[in-house]
Nanobody, 129 residues
Framework: QLELVESGGGLVQPGGSLRLSCAAS????????IGWFRQAPGKEREGVSCIMGSDGSTYYRDFVKGRFTISRDNAKNTVYLQMNTLKPNDTAVYYC??????????????????????WGQGTQVTVSS
């Protein structure tokens, strides 16, 4: 049974850092696109970053480029999101999600919520002084 468990969220001051983890079980990452999404209060869920499990290609939305880094450890079946220089508007529940298919590149390029079929429960990130 496919399962995703996020961890690493918390309260951090503006300018601080957090590393989120997404531990996967029941499948191997190399056949999937793994995305990080977030949902702030009153807003729609949006894609943040994505990594192709097959070759490690990474994708970022403009608003996190240069601040966030996505990576994977296939041996641990875990994906990470290193978040640096955090801002108050990064406050949200962060989710990881996975999907397989003929074009992992397409899944990661568009990072559309509707394209990802399996989701974790989310982890809260709060950026506040």
């Amino acid at each position: 049974q496919l399962e995703l468990v996020e961890s690493g969220g918390g309260l951090v001051q503006p300018g601080g850092s957090l590393r989120l983890s997404c531990a996967a079980s029941g499948f191997t990452l190399e056949h999937y696109a793994i995305g990080w999404f977030r949902q702030a209060p009153g807003k729609e869920r949006e894609g943040v970053s994505c990594i192709m499990g097959s070759d490690g290609s990474t994708y970022y939305r403009d608003f996190v480029k240069g601040r966030f880094t996505i990576s994977r450890d296939n041996a641990k079946n875990t994906v990470y999101l290193q978040m640096n220089t955090l801002k108050p508007n990064d406050t949200a529940v962060y989710y990881c999600a996975v999907e397989s298919g003929p074009s992992l590149h397409r899944l990661c390029t568009y990072q559309r919520e509707a394209d990802f079929g399996s989701w974790g429960q989310g982890t809260q990130v709060t950026v506040s002084s």
